[in-house]
């Protein structure tokens, strides 16, 4: 089952507004990556962490990978109506395979 | 560049029939994984191979079987099918470079088991 904590489970938020979704575990990692999957189709990769403490950015996302190696965040600012869908964050213990995912985020973005 | 391909996109079988299902990673990547997305849930983790070798085993029945080719596509294949192998089946490549192992995933085969 799943070992990583996610939330919320589910955020309903108007256009415009930032976004913030965590995930936590009992276990260290040495990486951490969030997700976006939509509907009927596979985990789309954005944004990747190798480090405890890294703050990466893409466009209007931001995550960063906790101190402590059992957690991490992943911001929206400025959320779109196509920021629709479900975050996935996914954690690895060793440096190979066994992704381990959280249960998701579902965000619905209103106008 | 082509991203990872999954084949096919959908496939409906019965109780106790086989299936195979195929996946083609992203050009000089190396590593294929297998996940299982059940409704509602996260992927869960079934098979990487690296270089043709099965490197990880999730806790998956030996009805679950996977190989690797030498172009480094891949194939999943379930024997016995049951009702609650009805699921999203995904697979992800991952070139292995900074010493780790991140995973790009493939659009799946969605297995619909009546």
């Known amino acids: 089952g799943q070992q990583l904590n996610q939330s919320p489970q589910s955020m309903f938020i108007q256009e415009g507004e930032d976004v913030s979704m965590n995930c936590t575990s009992s276990s260290i990692f040495n990486t951490w990556l969030w997700y976006k999957q939509d509907p009927g189709e596979g985990p789309v990769l954005l944004i990747a962490?190798?480090?405890?403490?890294e703050l990466t950015s893409n466009g209007r996302l931001t995550a960063q990978f906790g101190i402590t190696r059992k957690d991490s965040f992943l911001n929206i600012s400025a959320s779109i109506p196509s920021d629709v869908g479900i975050y996935f964050c996914?954690?690895?213990?060793?440096?190979?395979?066994?992704?381990?995912f959280g249960a998701g985020t579902q965000v619905v973005v209103t106008p | 560049d082509a991203g990872v391909t999954q084949s096919p996109t959908h496939l409906i079988k019965t109780r106790g029939q086989h299936v195979t299902l195929r996946c083609s990673p992203i050009s000089g990547h190396k590593s294929v994984s297998w996940y299982q997305q059940v409704l509602g849930q996260g992927p869960q983790f079934i098979f990487q191979y690296y270089e043709k070798e099965e490197r990880g085993r999730g806790n998956f029945p030996d009805r679950f079987s996977a190989r690797q080719f030498p172009n480094y596509s891949s194939e999943l294949n379930v024997n016995a099918l049951l009702l609650g192998d009805s699921a999203l089946y995904l697979c992800?490549?991952?070139?292995?470079?900074?010493?780790?192992?991140?995973?790009?995933f493939g659009p799946g085969t969605r297995l619909t088991v009546l």
């Open positions: 996914a954690g690895l213990t060793d440096s190979w395979g066994k992704l381990q």
């Open positions: 992800a490549s991952s070139p292995w470079d900074r010493g780790t192992d991140t995973q790009y």
């Open positions: 962490l190798y480090k405890a403490g």
